[in-house]
């Protein structure tokens, strides 16, 4: 008889295991349901933003900042220096093994345009980067408006990282549109779908940090950055 009692209490706590795991699995399946949901939303929110972007129709800032990631964008740009959008221009994160004659050279400018109104800037080596130098060089000219220049689907965490570091700037998107979105049938494409997700991943990880720095860490700590610059 007591054999038979631990048999039915082992069994018993066999069974309770695994009603346990079971609901572990079926609640994590359903929490990893509801992630995928969420991630799938955001990324189509993500593409339709990007899609529709479109440039001012008649653009107009103090300065023009863009950056670098082909030479399709620095063309942009130094037109729109030309066009009188902005009064100089600082094309960030260049390679530096790029000079400025070549920049000159493939943009078709004078030498007295570059002389002049632009400046090359050749320490950023990301997005990140491209805003603290950019940033920099915003503050040091005290200028208000910039027309950023970059990628149409690079633009949203260009921006979110331009205005973390200098938020009392206004910063207008001026999107160089070389991936459409609205005409082409991207979806079919599987590279430029790996280059969209893997975009939309990195503005999620640098909106959760936004989040956390605004939200999490204490506002001295928040503000401490911002007060240095204004005090050199």
């Not at 008889?1 to 706590?13: E, I, L, T, V």
């Not at 300065?63 to 670098?68: D, H, K, M, N, R």
């Amino acid at each position: 008889m007591a054999d038979r009692g631990k048999w039915r209490d082992r069994a018993a706590r066999r069974r309770r295991s695994r009603s346990l795991l079971r609901k572990i699995l079926r609640r994590g399946f359903f929490v990893l349901l509801a992630f995928l949901a969420i991630f799938v939303a955001g990324f189509l929110h993500f593409a339709d933003t990007v899609a529709s972007l479109q440039p001012p129709a008649t653009p107009k800032a103090d300065a023009i900042v863009v950056l670098t990631g082909g030479f399709q964008r620095i063309d942009q740009a130094v037109e729109l220096l030309k066009s009188g959008a902005g009064n100089r221009l600082l094309i960030s994160g260049v390679n530096p093994a790029t000079t400025e004659s070549q920049i000159r050279r493939n943009t078709q400018s004078s030498a007295d345009l570059f002389k002049c109104c632009v400046d090359i800037g050749h320490e950023a080596v990301d997005t990140i980067g491209n805003a603290t130098e950019a940033g920099q060089w915003i503050l040091d000219r005290g200028y208000r408006s910039v027309l950023v220049v970059t990628n149409n689907y690079h633009m949203p965490r260009s921006l979110l990282e331009l205005r973390r570091v200098r938020p009392d700037t206004q910063f207008i998107a001026y999107p160089v549109v070389n991936s459409d979105l609205k005409t082409s049938n991207w979806l079919r494409n599987p590279l430029f779908i790996k280059a969209i997700l893997l975009e939309y991943a990195k503005y999620s990880v640098a909106s959760l940090r936004e989040f956390a720095r605004k939200h999490l860490v204490p506002d001295s700590e928040v503000d401490a950055p911002r007060q240095a610059p204004q005090e050199e």
